[in-house]
């Protein structure tokens, strides 16, 4: 504002005595009045120039010095613009760089949220397989000890059986061969014998040792006969035949078996056994060893 106030003093200056230089041009003061001035006085012309300054040149060297400065001060004002907006313009990238680093946080949180979500439902599919795979081995588990239990049990076999339940008398003749069923069980460890078919069926594969004897009273026509009976070959036979007087005959044969193999005692035909409750007549077996 201080480089504008000599200015218009220059300017005002300048029209002013522009304006006394047409005005003896232009009106003649009468003589009279010009006599009249204040209180009688002549007029002096210097009564009438404004205040100004008196050097022109003055005025423009401090002018000029005025520009000078203000040139300086514009420089100094664009070269701190210039800084203000080079400091705006690095604080705006580094704003965007790390708006740039907050995006990608972001995005690696999402993705890492993702991969958690993930690991989190693949730990619980493993979970979940894990426990059907427990349970499954361990119903496979059972399984076997249930088997195992079975072959301890099915590995304790022996059996001993009379042919009479009670009472005495004799099982035939026949006129064909017959079953013989032993009633009277002492022994049925494994119930593997069956007293109501007669039948010994073997519950594992082994060796198995069996024995039968046979009581007989002498009779003319009727021996005293039966055969030992693998799935219905015949193996051993027990035989007596006398006409008066008791007898017996006994025989035994040890035989592997598989499992569901049928040994039983067949009554030869037109023979006859004879049992009481001495217990003449017996068939015995037992497991020896598995196989």
Partial sequence: MTMFIPLLLLLICSFSTAQLQEEPDNEMIPHGKQTESRGGEPANASDHQPACPQDIHA????MSA?????RVEIRQLQRDNEAQMTMV????????GQKTVMDNLKQEMIHLQRDNEAQVNNLKQEISQLQRDNEA?????????DNLKQQLQAKQVAFSASLLASGGGHVGPFNTHTPLVFRHVVTNIGNAYNPNTGFFIAPVRGAYHFEFYIGAQGHNSHPSAAWLVKNGEHIFI????????????????TLLLEVGDVVFLRLR???????????????SGHLLFTM
């Fill in 59 to 62: 005025v423009l060297r401090e």
């Fill in 66 to 70: 005025l520009l000078a400065e203000q």
């Fill in 89 to 96: 313009v690095a604080q705006a990238a580094k704003l965007e």
């Fill in 137 to 145: 081995q361990t119903a496979t588990l059972m399984t076997e000890m």
């Fill in 238 to 253: 027990a035989y007596e035949h006398q006409s008066n007087l008791h007898g017996s005959s006994a025989n035994g044969a």
């Fill in 269 to 283: 035909q037109n023979s006859r056994i004879y049992d009481s409750e001495n217990h003449y007549s017996t068939f």
